[in-house]
């Protein structure tokens, strides 16, 4: 073992650590307590926990890997419990779906942005991270229009903000407008949350096929981040002038390079071999439940990178912008199910 990949690793311990005991703990409260659940108190706590004595830089890494690693390996065990026409179940209304609900998003996350008077990168960061998959469109996207770190950081804050604050929201709402209904349930988590580990988190609070076809929905509107990227990217390079258009195009060529996340593909591969019938079912049973103790760690995580300092901090300007843009997703994705679905 390399000294870097040991000291990786070190690095890694505490904060993942702490999350696995936010996790036992939320598990067994949620045992006692089953109509809040295991994932709500696995979030309460690392909320708490994340802002008093474990609010120090030893634990970011730690956090951090539960919140984005931990739930990626999930996804891609997910993958060894579904088959491949259960992925396409949502089909082509729900594509549909998905293209309008993140269409809306990204254009009135612009004139939004506009209005309030922030920047076109900022609006357009805003844009990406809330019509596709949270922190990872914003880094995707960024290198893409030239954005500033500033611009970066700002942004990925208020969506995951934004995304934590909606958890709560969302699954009240869907159990109030359509009782619970798997399909329209599902599409309401899976094309309105900002991250994967987001949708999951809410669904926990339903039904497990809920947290399935949530995870689906999700997954699909991951796949369109090539083209969202690609999108605000030509339209950041056309309102600059001639010679910042020409390094930024040779800078686009060189660093903006746009992928489908990898636990996507690891979802696919495991979900077109269980649909060979090449994993036994007693081996997607053990995939289903290392997948469920991943994501319960991974939300002990999100709970604990959830800074209420943050959120002071960026002032109500930016907090407006963010809700603002919450509301719209809310109010398109109702009209939207009740149109498409």
Aim: glycine letters at 10%; aromatic letters at 8%; charged letters at 15%.
């Amino acid at each position: 073992m390399s000294k870097t990949y040991k000291n990786k690793i070190l690095n890694i311990l505490p904060g993942l650590a702490v999350c696995v005991i936010i996790a036992i703990i939320g598990s067994i409260i949620g045992k006692f307590i089953p109509s809040l659940g295991a994932a709500t108190f696995c979030i309460i706590i690392g909320m708490i926990v994340g802002n008093t004595f474990c609010n120090k830089k030893s634990y970011a890494a730690g956090a951090k890997f539960s919140e984005s690693d931990l739930l990626a390996y999930s996804i891609v065990l997910m993958g060894g419990t579904l088959k491949i026409e259960e992925v396409f179940s949502i089909g082509g209304n729900g594509i549909l779906f998905i293209v309008v609900q993140m269409a809306i998003t990204i254009v009135c996350a612009c004139y939004i942005g506009r209005f309030l008077k922030f920047s076109r990168d900022f609006s357009y960061l805003m844009a990406a991270g809330n019509a596709v998959c949270g922190s990872s469109a914003i880094a995707a996207t960024a290198p893409a229009i030239k954005a500033k770190e500033e611009d970066v950081g700002i942004s990925i804050t208020m969506v995951n903000l934004t995304g934590t604050f909606l958890m709560f929201i969302l699954p009240a709402l869907a159990e109030k407008l359509y009782g619970g209904a798997t399909l329209q349930s599902s599409a309401m988590l899976g094309g309105v949350l900002q991250s994967v580990g987001q949708v999951i988190g809410a669904a926990t609070f339903m039904t497990p096929e809920v947290v399935e076809l949530s995870a689906i929905f999700k997954i699909v509107r991951i796949i369109f981040i090539v083209f969202v990227v690609l999108i605000l990217g030509e339209l950041s390079v056309r309102h600059k002038n001639e010679k910042v258009e020409k390094a930024h195009k040779e800078k686009k060529k060189k660093k903006a390079k746009i992928s489908i996340p990898w636990f996507i593909i690891g979802f696919f591969i495991l979900c077109l071999i269980n649909s060979m019938g090449f994993i036994p079912q007693g081996l997607s049973d053990l995939f289903h439940t290392i997948s469920g103790k991943f994501e319960i760690i991974a939300l002990a995580g999100i709970g604990m990178r959830v800074k209420f300092s943050e959120l002071v901090k960026q002032g109500p300007k930016a907090s407006i912008f963010a809700l603002s843009i919450a509301v719209v997703q809310v109010t398109s994705v109702v009209v939207l199910i009740n149109i498409l679905l």
